[in-house]
Structure formats: structure tokens, C-alpha cells
């Protein structure tokens, strides 16, 4: 009597959840109503639902727009992962108990996806997953089982992050890593508007890419990724000119002058030196920094020689002349490494930082007496490699390698 009541609470227990998810299990020859070959997704979703990570829906549709639930997410990720959880948790929220995920979510959590301090007041299983927290997940999940990975997170902390949410300041140095693993991997990636997109959800036939994408990620080790090694690089070096140039600093890259503090020699002003970024656009596309459409247009190719390569310092210029322009700052006798030139594109406005004025340049540094944190841009070759020296005798030479 007991095992027949206990088959029968078992059957029971697998309609219901069939019909929490409204799923059914897809054929090798995926077709679903609303996917056509000519969707941008159709061969993702085909490979995602035939490895099964995706199901479709009774009524034989995948919905490939609709929004992605952080259950959903989460289910999906235990799926895909490879990994074994070196202790399985469960009953992780309290919120999530009895709902068709939990075990999924559990199991998310022990694989490292997810960390239930994020989620103080309760997972809500239903509420559509942010990018923000997507990328997290991601990261966390590929750190948990590979050192490199995790060793990424740390050395990304104040990389520059090729979006415009980072020049606004609205991404956090605690957000700042997770996000530049899964764009230094190429798991995610940023909108043609230039914004990440941290609060935006992903739909299903976003998410079909993306495993795809974590499935062939989580299969190598993170110094295989050079956008990743090169967004390491300037987060732990304050440069990336050892990598996108013929042309070295030395083992500690532009770190020593970091921070620190140039005094004009006309008396105007002074500047503290923060980073600078090279590019290499007249290398093949899969070898360009991963900063080049941050900085750089293809109209400005026709100037840039052979040999040649922009070069974009972040600076702050604190001006103390009463009547400080640009004439003041050009003329200050810094190296090329501290005084560029304004950069002559939409992008300052497409991303959100701050060049050089192009006129009324006094007006410009009045409003920013207390100083301005600009990119400027400058062009070096083996010919004009700079020598850098700061108020504290910090001297930083630019020489071929």
C-alpha cells in the first residue's frame, strides 16, 4: 500500500512539474513554430536544445524573445556545467522550496554560479535575470573550478571596461571584474550604442548563444583569451602597451607613474598621470585591441603609418593660471605620454568620457578648476618614443623591445 501511494505521489510529482514548465522533451531534428532558419538564433537554439540545456513548449513553440527567469537561468547552468561540486548543498532559499527549480538552484549554488549572499531578501525564482547578475553568475562560475579564472577576477578589479557604463562610473570595482571576464571570453559582449546593458535581461535565444559559448569557454584556461589577458594587463599594469605595441616599459609597465603627479613647467597647472591604452589597427581584426572601437574610427586609418600607434592617456589636469586654456597645458614640456591631443571622433560621446575641447578652451578649464579627468590621444613610433619624468623622480622610459 505504501509503495503503491508512494508511486502514485511520484507520478503525481512529475505531471505537476511538466506543467510548471509547460515542456516537452525536443527531437534530434529540432523545429519549433516561432524559430526560422533565417533567426539570427535558429542554429544556436537548435544545438542548445538538442544537447538539451533548452526544451521547448508543448504548443511547439520556443519563444525565443521572451525573458529569462533567474530559475530558468540557473537550471540551465546546472545543466551545462561539466563540473562536480566538491560539497552539495540544498534547501540554499527559502523562497525557492518546492518550486519545479530547487534542485536546479541548489545545485547552481554548489557549483559556485551562484552566491546566496547576493541574495539576502530572498532569490525570487521568477524575477527576470539582469545582465548585471548573468555576468556574475558566469564569472563565478568559471573562477570556482579554474584558479586562472579566479586569479582573473582579482586582477581586473580596475581594468577599464570597454562600455559606456564604466566611464560613467556606474559600474562598481566589485561589479567591474565579472564583467570583464565574460567580455574578456567573450561569453558576453557589449551594444552597438556602446552600453552593457547591466540592468537589460536576456532572452532565450540570447541565453542559447551563450551556453554554447560558457560550454566551449569553460573548456580552456584563461590565458587563452586575449581580450581577457589584455583587460588583465591594464588592470594590473595600467597598460597594455607591452601587448598591442613593439615597444616595453619594463617588467612593472606604466604602474610606477600611476597616480602620480607632473607640475607644468610654465607654472599653469599640473596633471596626474592615471593609464594609457595603445591600439594596433593596422593589425588583422582578431589581433586589435579589444579598446579599438572606444577610441579609434576607421576614418582615422588613412593616418596612421606603418610603424605608428595611437597611443590614449587618462589624465586629470588641475589648472591654477587664472586664465588656463589649452595653449597652457600643450605647452607644458610633458612627455607625449602626458600631453596629447583631443581625439577627433563621435566616440567621447558614444562611450561617455571626456577629451580635450575643440574651442573655447578657456572656458572649458574654468568650469573644471578642481580638476578634469580627460583621454587625450597621441601617436608614437621607434622615433619618438617618450621618457617620462614625475614630480617624485619617477622616470618611465618607453624603448623597443
Known amino acids: 500500500m505504501k509503495m503503491k501511494n508512494k508511486l502514485m505521489l511520484t507520478l503525481l510529482s512529475g505531471v505537476l512539474l511538466a506543467s510548471s514548465l509547460n515542456i516537452f522533451k525536443a527531437e534530434a531534428a529540432t523545429s519549433f513554430k516561432d524559430v526560422a532558419k533565417s533567426h539570427w538564433a535558429y542554429s544556436s537554439i537548435t544545438s542548445a536544445v538538442n544537447k538539451g540545456y533548452f526544451k521547448g513548449y508543448t504548443n511547439g513553440t520556443f519563444k525565443p524573445s521572451a525573458s529569462v527567469t533567474r530559475a530558468e537561468f540557473a537550471a540551465l547552468l546546472s545543466r551545462v556545467s561539466k563540473e562536480k561540486p566538491e560539497t552539495e548543498k540544498s534547501n540554499v532559499f527559502t523562497d525557492v522550496k518546492g518550486h519545479w527549480s530547487q534542485k536546479e538552484v541548489d545545485r547552481a549554488v554548489s557549483l559556485g554560479f551562484i552566491n546566496p549572499n547576493d541574495y539576502k531578501n530572498g532569490f525570487k525564482p521568477n524575477t527576470p535575470l539582469t545582465r548585471q547578475e548573468m555576468a556574475k553568475w558566469l564569472s563565478s562560475g568559471l573562477a570556482a573550478h579554474d584558479e586562472g579564472f579566479n586569479q582573473a577576477l582579482k586582477d ?4 577599464v571596461l570597454p562600455v559606456r557604463e564604466y566611464f ?11 564583467i570583464a571576464v565574460v567580455m574578456g571570453t567573450g561569453l558576453m559582449n557589449g551594444y552597438t550604442d556602446g552600453t552593457f546593458g547591466l540592468k537589460k535581461t536576456t532572452t532565450r535565444a540570447e541565453v542559447s548563444a551563450i551556453l554554447l559559448r560558457f560550454e566551449r569557454v569553460s573548456a580552456k584556461s584563461a590565458s587563452e583569451f586575449a581580450d581577457l589577458v589584455e583587460l588583465r594587463a591594464v588592470g594590473t599594469l595600467d597598460s597594455n602597451i607591452e601587448l598591442m605595441t613593439p615597444f616595453t616599459s619594463g617588467d612593472s609597465g606604466l604602474s610606477r607613474m600611476s597616480g602620480k603627479r ?4 610654465n607654472g599653469s597647472g599640473s596633471l596626474v ?3 594609457a591604452i595603445a591600439l594596433n589597427p593596422l593589425a588583422s ?3 586589435q585591441s579589444l579598446y579599438t572601437d ?3 574610427t576607421d576614418e582615422e586609418l588613412k593616418r ?8 590614449y592617456s587618462q589624465i586629470t589636469v588641475y589648472p591654477t593660471a587664472s586664465n588656463f586654456k589649452l595653449d597652457h597645458y600643450k605647452n607644458s614640456q610633458g612627455s607625449y605620454l602626458l600631453i596629447g591631443s583631443r581625439i577627433p571622433n563621435s566616440n567621447p560621446n558614444k562611450f561617455g568620457y571626456i577629451t580635450l575641447p575643440g574651442v573655447n578652451t578657456q ?3 574654468s568650469k573644471n578648476k578642481n580638476g578634469v579627468t580627460m583621454w587625450v590621444q597621441s601617436y608614437f613610433n621607434s622615433e619618438t618614443l617618450p621618457s617620462t619624468r614625475m614630480d617624485d623622480r619617477t622616470i618611465v622610459r618607453l624603448s623597443e623591445k
Not at 168 to 178: E, G, H, M, V
Not at 262 to 265: D, V, W
Not at 304 to 311: A, N, Q
Open 285 to 287: 581584426e582578431n589581433k
Open 168 to 178: 560613467k562610473n556606474q559600474i562598481s570595482q566589485t561589479q567591474a571584474p565579472y
Open 262 to 265: 607632473y607640475t607644468f613647467k
Open 294 to 296: 572606444v577610441f579609434f
Open 304 to 311: 596612421v603609418r606603418k610603424g605608428s600607434y595611437p597611443i
Open 273 to 275: 598621470f592615471h593609464r
Open 363 to 365: 572656458e572649458f578649464f
Open 156 to 159: 581586473t578589479k580596475t581594468t
